[in-house]
């Protein structure tokens, strides 16, 4: 898709608001306060399942699925690597 330079700013500007006005980020469907409840009924109204909360995948894994990298195996010898020790920044 292309766009001529003058309908590129005319929809550029369209995401700036005016003097004066600010934008109200506590407020809505996405509110800290309601953002469970209001998302569950968009999605009653709009016919879509239910999303199953489940626990985050390790970076490791993440990194496996998505590259075919597996840190978890040395390159040279391919045994498994383990971590023994971790350090926070603090320490010496």
């Not at 700013?9 to 407020?27: A, E, K, N, Q, T």
């Not at 489940?54 to 998505?66: D, I, N, Y």
């Amino acid at each position: 898709m292309t766009l001529d330079a003058g309908e590129f700013i005319r929809r550029f500007l369209l995401h700036i608001l005016p003097d004066g006005f600010v934008r109200i980020r506590y407020f809505g469907i996405l509110s800290n306060r309601s953002r469970k409840a209001c998302l569950a009924r968009c999605r009653i109204l709009l016919g879509v399942k239910e999303v199953p909360e489940s626990a985050p995948e390790p970076w490791q894994a993440l990194l496996l699925r998505l590259t075919g990298i597996d840190v978890l195996h040395c390159p040279r010898c391919n045994g498994v690597m383990r971590v023994r020790l971790l350090s926070s920044r603090g320490s010496p």
